[in-house]
């Protein structure tokens, strides 16, 4: 399955630190697009999609929640907790988001504009795209 944990270097100075993303550097594409989630509550659950033609990077910036990342033969469960850690998801990787805790933010980098028709949000027609 094409995913990976990105461990991001921080410098922390005083109590506080700072983590520094960078294209074909620490993030493994050229970032065309970046979003963020916000406002999440603890019973909420987004994605239930894939991407045909889409890299991602998911770094929860603050609060934790649970990646569920399905290549239609094997779930995988990853929890974000820490501004650190970076998911890396490839294309036709179906995912679902839950467990969020509140006020949750999720901060994603894509490799492509926002394009619904590269979106698969049906899992049957996912499974039967593989
Ligand atoms: P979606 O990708 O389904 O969100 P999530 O995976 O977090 O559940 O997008 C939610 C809505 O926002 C959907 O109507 C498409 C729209 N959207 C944009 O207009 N631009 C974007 O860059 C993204 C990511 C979503």
Redesign the pocket.
């Known amino acids: 399955m094409e995913f990976k944990l990105i461990k991001f270097d921080n410098i922390t100075e005083g109590r506080s630190s700072l983590i520094s993303l960078e294209e074909m550097k620490n993030i493994p594409f050229k970032i065309k697009?970046v979003?963020y989630?916000y406002g999440l509550k603890p019973d909420e659950e987004?994605?239930k999609?894939a991407h045909k033609n889409l890299e991602q990077v998911l770094i929860c910036l603050h609060g934790s929640c649970t990646i569920i990342l399905d290549n239609g033969k094997n779930r995988k469960f990853v929890d974000l907790s820490h501004p650190c850690d970076g998911l890396y998801i490839g294309r036709n990787i179906w995912r679902e988001?839950k467990n969020f805790t509140e006020g949750c933010v999720l901060l994603v980098l894509a490799s492509e504009y926002?394009d619904?028709s590269e979106y698969i949000r049906d899992y049957d027609e996912f499974l039967k795209a593989l």
Request: proline share 0%.
């Open positions: 697009r979003y989630i987004r994605g999609h988001m926002y619904e």
